[in-house]
């Protein structure tokens, strides 16, 4: 990859030491940002690079089903954020008692605190690709679409940027905020900004509200039956994986 971003002729030379723990560094220090945002502009050759590295995704048959909305329009974002507060009070009602406190303690967006909001989508009858690989799984669109997504929140994170997943939204009036056309399906609306710091934890794990399950426990050998923490550590998943 050059300078720039774009992709030239594949390398053949092994990634180093340190590129290599770069990489994982910014898998483990990714996080889901909503309350650290800062006011600071994001630049255009930054967010271009963000961009890139999302649009070079894998994607079933090559289809490239994404765009990408880019909204800093205080009123299209007020809007949103509108649209937040409706579902949220939706889905707080359904929990009760300790747990419902905690719900609502929890800050689940940052819409109008980040200077950037990007929704990406995914156009499901994009003729890129001509169907292959989506005969038997046509939903392969949509799982290309998130890799997209954790595309640009790992790049995100190498360049110092905060992303925030607000998934608590009504689809339906999201759709006719954004003037979506009918056959493009909503994946993510994100927030993205500069931020004050990244959380060493992931904050719904520091909020109590859940934790990291154990890697050990979700490896299976040849069968879905067939478990064994002790090869499982062999692959370097102790039984207490909270990484």
Known sequence: MTANGASGQASQRPFSEAERRAVYRAVHERRDIR???????????VLGRILLAAHHAPSVGFMQPWDFILIRDVAVRTAIRENFLGANRLAAAKYSGEQRALYESLKLEGILSAPLNLCVTCDRTR??????????????????????IQNLWLAAR????????VSILDQDLLRSVLKI?????????????????FPA??????????????????IHFDR???????????????????A
């Not at 309350?35 to 050759?45: C, E, G, K, R, W």
């Not at 360049?159 to 925030?164: D, I, K, Q, Y």
């Not at 062999?234 to 039984?239: I, Q």
Request: with cysteine; charged share 20%; glycine share 8%.
């Open 35 to 45: 309350s650290q945002f800062l006011p600071t502009p994001v630049p255009d050759d």
């Open 201 to 218: 934890v992931p904050e719904l794990e520091e909020k109590g509200w859940c934790r990291r399950e154990s890697l050990a426990s979700l």
């Open 181 to 197: 056309p009918l056959h493009v399906t909503p994946v993510a609306y994100l927030c993205l900004g500069y931020v004050s710091e």
């Open 158 to 165: 190498a360049e110092s940027l905060g992303v925030g997943w």
């Open 127 to 148: 003729s890129l690709g001509s169907g292959l690989g989506r005969q038997s799984v046509p939903e392969t669109d949509l799982f290309s679409v998130v890799c997209a």
């Open 224 to 242: 879905w039956d067939v478990q064994d923490h002790a090869r499982a550590a062999l692959l370097g998943a102790p039984a207490e994986d909270r």
